[in-house]
């Protein structure tokens, strides 16, 4: 059991720096008085099963240093699992919650599963006084909680970050396995409705998941400085072309004085700007990478043979650039998948007639290392017009709430998260299937040609995000949670 240190980071002050999140910063200051004063002389353990890597360890510290701000007492302990059966064990019950694998666990794992968490029980008791409150991280710690609570008078919390909408065969066995534990829990937390558990219903409250508008993957990037960091990570370089002669373009044009008298131009935008389309994801099947690509082509391939090169539309659908990128495979040593995902897009764009590749304009770009390359992502989400989550299945797509934070109008597909986070017309287009290419390609191409609605989209978007999907609206929802849930 390791008790993580986190460093000082941003206040907040500098949130409330930021014009649009002003107001919801000092609401939440308001409205969490309340809840803190009834959590005073308490303190919170969060516990999970890494200190690095995945959304919990990406957002707790920045939960920590605000909460702590606001006089909160918080921890964060990690738990140690040198066994390779455990991760083996807690990957299955992790697939199981989503409903893939046999669902079949055994005695012998619940052994496994039971002695690394008994291994980091004492460590934990001796951390842990009675009427503290203990919130464990997914499936990894969750005995351990359990057997806290036999020795301390403390209360318990489940906070599981993923989910199937229906129940299956193989998530029944999974709950039945975890049930000893379940039982012991006084309350749970979930993503969505729709992902809890019948037995668990009453018991559970809904706290989607956030972003930090901080984070290098949010923070505010003018456009000069996305064109600096593309370059710089060589996105723009000799061998992606069109991205670079759109940017010389843009770099000739804004940066000499800093101006942006470019846009007073009375030009129209897309054809100056050549607009991008764009999804950030890991090279997971699911994520529906080749489905887009081949709406891409369609959507090029029928403009020129049904669309009329003088009219504007024509014009922009054939300056429309489609750019997909995701952690390069090199990096990314337990994803094999990855490296077999990116030879099937690049099969798939080979398909295309050779001499029109490159007016097709599809950019493969394997990323740098994910932990490095939240800044790239921030600018090249930042200089897309729209930004697209096909996945076929999607707990909840962190993507689409960065994406609207950024005010893109996103295009998502119905999967269960997504559906939850986009308003259809609103913030952008919720595509019914994944899978039906005539229906994604129409709808890029609607929405390439409705400028004035993606504007309108991605300010909405990025108010929603505002409203239920920052730090802030999460940090309140925990601390209710956790002030009706004390010891
Ligand atoms: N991401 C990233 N670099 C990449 C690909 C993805 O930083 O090369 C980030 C992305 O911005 C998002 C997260 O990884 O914050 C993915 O979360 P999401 O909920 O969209 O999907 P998951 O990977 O959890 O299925």
Known sequence: MQKINVKPGAKLVDYKAYGSLYSSVLDFTEQAKEPIESLKGQTIWMINSTAIGGGVAEMLPSQMRILRELGVSIEWLVIEAKKDAFFDLTKRIHNAIHGSGNGVFTEDDRKV????????????????????IVAVHDPQPMPLAAMIKKEKNVSIIWRCHIGLEEDTEVTDAVWKFLEPYTNDYDHFV?????????????KTSIIPPAIDPLSHKNRELQLHKCIGILYQSGILDDHKAILYHRYEHLVRKVMP??????????QDLDLIYRPIVTEISRWDRLKGF??????????????????????????????????????DPAFVSDDPEGKEVLQELTETYKKVDSSMQNDIAILLLPLDNPKQNALIVNALQRT????VQNSIQEGFGLTATEAMWKRKPVLVSNAAGLKFQVVHNKTGQINPDPTDIESLSKTLAYMLNHPKERDKWGFNGQLRVIQNFTLFSQLLSWLETLSKNKA
């Open 113 to 132: 599963y039971e002695e690394v968490n008994r291994n980091n029980l004492a460590k934990a008791l001796e951390l842990i006084n009675d009427g503290d």
């Open 290 to 327: 080749k489905e887009l690509m081949e709406a891409f082509i369609k959507m090029k391939l029928d403009n020129r043979k049904y669309g009329d090169p003088k009219s504007l539309e024509y014009k922009r659908i054939e300056m429309t650039l489609l750019v997909m990128g995701g952690p």
């Open 384 to 387: 897309s017009s729209i930004i």
């Open 257 to 266: 004085d800093g101006s942006f008298d470019v846009l007073d131009s009375g």
């Open 190 to 202: 979930f993503s969505l409705p729709s992902y809890v558990p019948k037995p668990l219903k009453n």
